[in-house]
């Protein structure tokens, strides 16, 4: 019986759909929401913090992206998380990455995105000035890194470059100023040609995320108060 992938369309499940649908993984997909009280005891039996993906399979429950597309590249006997001499570094990107480039858009656009979408409270400029600082001092730095490689590894594509990328697809709210840094921009745009990574959710059922209000980000509904 194959797995079952339990996504919702925000960034850490979107990355796992993706990996799936990337490595042809034959996973059922289940849209979820697991904050919605009507489907939270359920789900607390699965994660207790809650949040997916969560990747069921035999009863077993696997949870958090990474894990998950360890335990996906493995079904598939891919190299895609790399299990030979490169997976230091490539440990070494998704480690780096979650503490500080991922981690600074997070902070953005958790602002200017995720609070406004879920009424999760007032905008904070300093979190998102924070954000945006810290996206400025990693970005520079897989700016360098990428000025002479197209993908994270020397090898080629890994999970650490969906990994780095996850709130990548969502910069159309978060507005970091990508464009300011050519070498990253061309990698983004060399993610978004894979059409596993720019639709991951083509042929499911997936309702769309809420809209936010007034269909702007958290900082221009503050300054339009
Ligand atoms: N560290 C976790 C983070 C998981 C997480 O934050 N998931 C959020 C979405 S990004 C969630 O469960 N949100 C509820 C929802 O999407 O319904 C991972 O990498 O999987």
């Not at 006997?77 to 997976?87: L, N, P, Q, T």
């Not at 000035?129 to 993908?151: D, M, P, V």
């Not at 969906?162 to 061309?186: K, W």
Request: proline share 8%.
């Amino acid at each position: 019986m194959a797995p079952t992938l339990y996504f919702s369309r925000n960034p850490n499940p979107r990355l796992a759909v993706a990996v799936a649908r990337y490595l042809n993984c034959a996973v059922d997909f289940e849209w979820a929401a697991p904050f919605d009280p009507a489907q939270s005891d359920r789900f607390r039996r699965l994660n207790p913090s809650l949040s997916i993906p969560i990747m069921v399979d035999q009863g077993k429950s696997l949870w958090e992206a990474d894990a998950i597309a360890c335990a996906l590249s493995m079904r598939a006997g891919s190299s895609f998380w790399r299990m030979d001499a490169e997976m230091p570094d490539m440990i070494r990107w998704i480690s780096w990455g979650k503490a500080n480039f991922v981690q600074a858009c997070d902070m953005v656009h958790f602002e200017r995105g995720t609070k406004p979408r879920y009424g999760l409270g007032p905008y904070d400029a300093a979190a998102c000035a924070e954000g945006l600082q810290r996206f400025a001092s990693t970005a520079g730095i897989l700016e360098t890194h990428l000025q002479t490689r197209a993908y994270l590894l020397d090898s080629g594509l890994s999970y650490a470059d969906f990994r780095m990328a996850t709130f990548l697809p969502f910069n159309d709210v978060a507005g970091l100023p990508l464009e300011d840094y050519p070498a990253l921009s061309a990698w983004n745009r060399r993610l978004q040609r894979l059409a596993a990574w720019r639709d991951p959710f083509a042929g499911l059922v997936a309702p769309e995320l809420p809209a936010i209000p007034n269909g702007a980000g958290g900082d221009k509904q503050a300054e339009a108060r």
